[in-house]
């Protein structure tokens, strides 16, 4: 019984990613917060794994990684230490003890969803499967969406 559970989550985490609809997004920030306080217990957007674009005053566009269903893996090729890896559960992760902050992944990311603070890559890792930033935005501007 416990097994089929966990597999039935593995497959659920397999077929999503957090999917971004520009037009809703207000620019309230509250993902990257929400972010931050899930990975790290505080309020820093250089660290969050989704980022906001200020375009205009009335243009905001969330990044977000897609976790290879809208690229292809580009991070993963430009990466030359091996730090980041797709994981049996579909989630593309970095592996901190292996990143130098070279910034080639951020520089590949076709979509800008991988940024570099204090040299270390930060990207979207779904919260393990139940993204908060899909759970906290009001306007609906971010939906966990099947591959
Ligand atoms: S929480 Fe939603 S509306 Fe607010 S900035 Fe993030 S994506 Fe945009
Ligand atoms: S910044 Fe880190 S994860 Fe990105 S390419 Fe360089 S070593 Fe790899």
Same mark, same amino acid.
């Given at each position: 019984?416990?097994?089929?559970?966990?597999?039935?989550?593995?497959?659920?985490?397999?077929?999503?990613?957090?999917?971004?609809?520009?037009?809703?997004?207000? #620019?309230?920030?509250?993902?990257?917060?929400?972010?931050?306080?899930?990975?790290?217990?505080?309020?820093?957007?250089?660290?969050?794994?989704?980022?906001?674009?200020?375009?205009?005053?009335?243009?905001?566009?969330?990044?977000?990684?897609?976790?290879?269903?809208?690229?292809?893996?580009?991070?993963?090729?430009?990466?030359?230490?091996?730090?980041?890896?797709? #994981?049996?559960?579909?989630?593309?992760?970095?592996?901190?003890?292996?990143?130098? #902050?070279?910034?080639?992944?951020?520089?590949?990311?076709?979509?800008?969803?991988?940024?570099?603070?204090?040299?270390?890559?930060?990207?979207?890792?779904?919260? #393990?499967?139940?993204?908060?930033?899909?759970?906290?935005?009001?306007?609906?501007?971010?939906?966990?969406?099947?591959?």
């Amino acid at each position: 019984m416990l097994s089929t559970i966990f597999l039935n989550k593995i497959l659920i985490i397999l077929l999503m990613y957090v999917k971004a609809i520009p037009e809703n997004c207000s #620019g309230c920030m509250v993902c990257e917060t929400v972010c931050t306080m899930e990975h790290f217990g505080v309020i820093n957007r250089y660290k969050s794994g989704i980022r906001i674009e200020r375009k205009s005053v009335t243009e905001d566009i969330p990044h977000v990684c897609s976790q290879g269903n809208e690229c292809n893996y580009e991070c993963i090729a430009a990466c030359k230490f091996d730090a980041i890896e797709k #994981g049996d559960d579909g989630i593309v992760r970095v592996i901190e003890e292996k990143c130098v #902050g070279c910034r080639m992944c951020e520089l590949a990311c076709p979509l800008n969803a991988i940024h570099i603070h204090e040299k270390m890559a930060y990207k979207c890792d779904l919260c #393990g499967g139940e993204p908060k930033c899909v759970k906290y935005c009001s306007q609906n501007a971010l939906q966990l969406v099947e591959g």
